[in-house]
Antibody, heavy 117, light 110 residues
Framework: EVQLVESGGGLVQPGGSLRLSCAAS????????IHWVRQPPGKGLEWVSI????????RYVDSVKGRFTISRDNAKNTLYLQMDSLRAEDTAVYYC??????????WGQGTLVTVSS | QSALTQPRSVSGSPGQSVTISCTGT?????????VSWYQQHPGKAPKVMIY???KRPSGVPDRFSGSKSGNTASLTISGLQAEDEADYYC??????????FGGGTKLTVL
């Protein structure tokens, strides 16, 4: 069974940092691009970032450029999102999702990040 | 990277059909046939219902269909059932390796 499990969320103060992880299983992780998508409480989905199979290509939504860094460790079947200079507006559930034929499928269950003092 | 435009809510009675629109621009929906639709029930992760504008993943009922005309994509759900009540999001590739979601539509089954 294809599975993605996010972890690392929590409460962090504005200006702080957090690293999210996404552990993959049930498929050949190293052959897929992977997305990060977030959802503020009670609001809609926002695409955040994507990384290619070997980590050499990354893309970000403008609002996180220069603050967030996506990376992966194919030996550990794990995706990361390093989030620095966090702001209140970064508060959201963060999902990782496999890119399957230019579609985010499947998704993990999400991890909640709360930025507050 | 402006969000795609969806109606905030739609509704229909069991057995009826509803259509949710998703309007983008010539830089995303209008150029690329990489439009997907996601269903999200409260507290759950999104699930893809349509990809590549019109394709349905295995396991998704054929009551769900997708289409596109110009800069607007649409999701049609026919034969509405109670379990279809959820939030629906469209998503499009924008070029340059980025994606954009719509604001979401709440479907109420009356």
């Amino acid at each position: 069974e294809v599975q993605l499990v996010e972890s690392g969320g929590g409460l962090v103060q504005p200006g702080g940092s957090l690293r999210l992880s996404c552990a993959a299983s049930g498929f050949t992780f190293s052959t897929y691009w992977i997305h990060w998508v977030r959802q503020p409480p009670g609001k809609g989905l926002e695409w955040v970032s994507i990384i290619n199979t070997d980590g050499s290509v990354t893309r970000y939504v403008d609002s996180v450029k220069g603050r967030f860094t996506i990376s992966r460790d194919n030996a550990k079947n794990t995706l990361y999102l390093q989030m620095d200079s966090l702001r209140a507006e970064d508060t959201a559930v963060y999902y990782c999702a496999r890119d399957t034929q230019m579609t985010a499928d499947p998704w993990g269950q999400g991890t909640l990040v709360t930025v507050s003092s | 990277q402006s969000a795609l435009t969806q109606p905030r809510s739609v509704s229909g009675s069991p057995g009826q059909s509803v259509t949710i629109s998703c309007t983008g621009t010539s830089s995303d929906v209008g150029t690329y046939n990489y439009v997907s639709w996601y269903q999200q029930h409260p507290g759950k992760a999104p699930k893809v219902m349509i990809y590549d504008v019109t394709k349905r993943p295995s396991g998704v009922p054929d009551r769900f269909s997708g289409s596109k005309s110009g800069n607007t994509a649409s999701l049609t759900i026919s034969g509405l059932q109670a379990e279809d009540e959820a939030d629906y999001y469209c998503c499009s590739y924008t070029g340059s390796g980025t994606w954009v979601f719509g604001g979401g539509t709440k479907l109420t089954v009356l």
